[in-house]
């Protein structure tokens, strides 16, 4: 069966949720407020008995209250914080001594934020990826609460299509980035935080904010054009 007859046989299927954890409890403000300024809207924060708040988020904010489009943010559980710090104390990780294996990771994930795992939002509008953008660039040169803590990457649409490239020369995002998406007509900017945990050793988050132009069924969410 194929893609389109398996899409006409069964009913539509959205993604429900993504669950986030911070790792300490006194950087549950800050990421929350992260992902405020990314653009999300939070319509729930409780208190948790154990430490911490929960908090709820959702990317429509049109319909805040659907059963998708969730992003769930909670403290890290003990037990997964218990066997984090005991497969970094195997590794000797930040010491002297550290296995060249943290190293290579460390440096596999700086060349392409997309390595491990991470969190990709679509935006409607490039005006709008480009103010959340800059407002997160804001908060880590102006709030100390985000100094040193979040890395920012672009990746450029793929040169060609006139249209795109003169609005992107035009970007206070993307004008003069050199480096290139994997598939055509569409951007993405990146934001590594270690104010959001996961990975196999509780590092930072890689937030993805993607922009496709309208008209194209080749872009870079549908199609990739380069090997990884």
Request: aromatic share 10%; hydrophobic share 40%.
């Amino acid at each position: 069966m194929n893609i389109q007859s398996t899409l006409r046989a069964e009913a539509a299927l959205t993604i429900s949720h993504v669950n986030l954890h911070y790792a300490h409890p006194d950087d549950g403000p800050a990421a929350a407020l992260l992902l405020e300024t990314a653009g999300l809207a939070k319509t729930q924060e409780i208190d948790l008995p154990r430490g911490g708040v929960f908090y709820r988020f959702t990317t429509n904010a049109l319909s805040p209250f659907e059963g998708d489009n969730i992003v769930y943010l909670s403290p890290l559980p003990a037990a997964t914080a218990a066997l984090l710090a005991a497969a970094r104390k195997a590794l000797s990780f930040g010491t002297a001594d550290e296995h060249p294996s943290v190293a290579a990771y460390r440096a596999a994930q700086a060349v392409d934020p997309e390595y491990n795992f991470h969190v990709g939002f679509l935006h409607k509008s490039l005006d709008r990826l480009e103010e959340h953008y800059l407002a997160l660039k804001g908060l880590e040169a102006d709030d100390p609460r985000f100094a040193g803590r979040l890395k920012f990457l672009v990746n450029r649409a793929q040169p060609g299509e006139v249209e795109i490239d003169a609005r992107l020369d035009a970007s206070p995002v993307f004008a003069g980035v050199t480096r290139h998406t994997y598939g055509r007509n569409g951007v993405q900017a990146f934001c590594e935080t270690d104010l959001i945990v996961d990975g196999p050793l509780g590092g930072g988050v890689v937030l993805e904010f993607d922009y496709v132009f309208p008209g194209y069924n080749d872009h870079i969410l549908a199609v990739s054009t380069t090997g990884r």
